[in-house]
DNA sequence: TTCGATTTGTTCGTATGTATT
DNA sequence: TAATACATACGAACAAATCGA
């Protein structure tokens, strides 16, 4: 590889870092799909000229990053949504007692039309961007506790409709990445407490004069480029929103 | 290192792994205190008989898990609660304008007594436990913002008194670590939404029927091993709760 | 200021073990 | 069984940062 980006006068990028940007470009290009097998260690080790070394250096911080996923004797994929990884790495939720459980989704609602001036004070999105509107509900033990109020930009999603929300299996990010090759890699979230509108009171049986917890949610592909835009209300009274699951592996 | 702990027919655990423990139970001991240097990678090696790459890998992890901090050129050291490890790892408030600062605090109460239901409902904290309970205010731009009233087994921390608590210079986790010995490197958080009792919101400048965050907190030292509860109040009418800071350094 | 010793950071190479197909 | 791929471990060489003589 081109020991090419020295930026002058600085301490030049580590070769391993150049690997790194290297597949994430890739990945990024959708030259290897979410599931499949990335090439080997040795392969890549002689496409970028570097030792096995250094290829497992540059994979060691994606796999770190939920990017990839090493499994011996077989090969390094790109991860997927499955419903495991949801649970533990994009949906917070879990009941007051402890319980941990994947949430049932019922499509309330779809619309497309212009970003407004809500979004762009909200997420910093561009007014008059194409997006799609979509409300779903997530169930806890058959009881509704999320309603998520979901915009997405139509751009990196061709044909996206109503029935294709509706008649998707598995989880939301699942659908962008099986469908549309867009792979959530990560999400920020900031949190607060507030009363809910009387719209959103309504599906998650409550009154307007009850706490809910909102999320603005921002979802990430590669490379750290937003690609969804989420408010959440949650009703908390039987449930709490789980931060820190960390344990970096480091007992 | 002795290959003791193969739990007869499984793989057995990795150099690097055990090297990693007897690191962690060192620091656990106290052996080497925060802010100093741990030995040379050359010389744990030669200590444990192992090579310099078993080492930098076990230290790999603890370094993940921000336990110990690398130098290049001077050495590897114990981790410290400095101001803006504790505004990134530990304090998750932030403006909703974006504004990220660090928080006054405010000792509001002090007093010793032992533990009761309530701890062991919300924490599991055994009945009967030798406590200090610590109410701390934590203001942002001179306004109040975060009420915690803190429960901490007094077992691990001899001699805790209030005015220790009071002259204190930094922050609550710096004390622990400066004055006892103990290290607090991760914490789990559960947050939801409910109406603050009459006290906390008078501290907080709320109505009692205003929707304030709540947060249980239990913060663990080594091994994970919890040493401190925290119930917290947040008035969120112009601040935020951030999760996912991640940008787990994976471009 | 210079220099040398120390320490971590990067890169390479090799050998062997374990899991999968 | 054999081939493939990742996992572990060792060693060597040099670069870069730090610090004290």
């Known amino acids: 590889m081109a020991a090419s980006d020295t930026p002058s006068g600085l301490t030049p990028t580590p070769l391993y870092r150049e690997v790194q940007w290297r597949i994430t470009r890739a990945l990024a290009a ?6 499949e097998a990335i090439p080997s260690e040795a392969e890549l080790a002689a496409d970028c000229g570097v030792s096995i070394g250094t290829i497992r ?5 994606l796999v770190a990053g939920r990017i990839l996923v090493r499994q011996q004797g077989r090969g ?7 419903e495991d990884r949801t649970l533990f790495y994009f949906f917070h939720i879990a009941g007051k007692d402890g319980s941990r459980e994947f949430p049932e989704s019922e499509l309330l609602g779809f619309r497309k039309e212009r970003s407004n ?4 004070h ?11 509107r979509v409300r779903n509900l997530l169930k806890l033990g058959s009881r509704p506790v999320v309603l998520d109020d979901i915009t997405v930009p139509t751009e990196r999603f061709a044909r996206l409709d109503e029935s294709t929300f509706r008649s998707r299996e598995g989880t939301i990010y699942a659908l962008y990445q099986a469908r549309y090759g867009v792979n959530v890699v990560r999400i920020g979230e900031r949190l607060s407490a507030a009363h809910p509108p009387a719209d959103v009171a309504a599906i998650l049986g409550m009154r307007t004069n009850q706490p809910a917890l909102h999320i603005r949610r921002i979802a990430y592909s590669y490379n750290d480029s937003p690609v ?13 929103y789980l931060s820190d699951l960390w344990k970096t592996a480091a007992l």
């Open 117 to 120: 001036d809500g979004d762009e």
């Open 57 to 61: 250096r540059a994979v060691d911080e």
């Open 228 to 240: 969804e835009y989420r408010h959440s209300w949650i009703n908390t009274a039987d449930h709490e």
């Open 76 to 82: 390094t994929f790109v991860a997927t949504h499955t």
């Open 122 to 132: 909200d997420f910093g999105l561009a007014r008059g961007t194409r997006v799609a």
């Open 30 to 35: 959708g030259e290897w799909k979410p599931g």
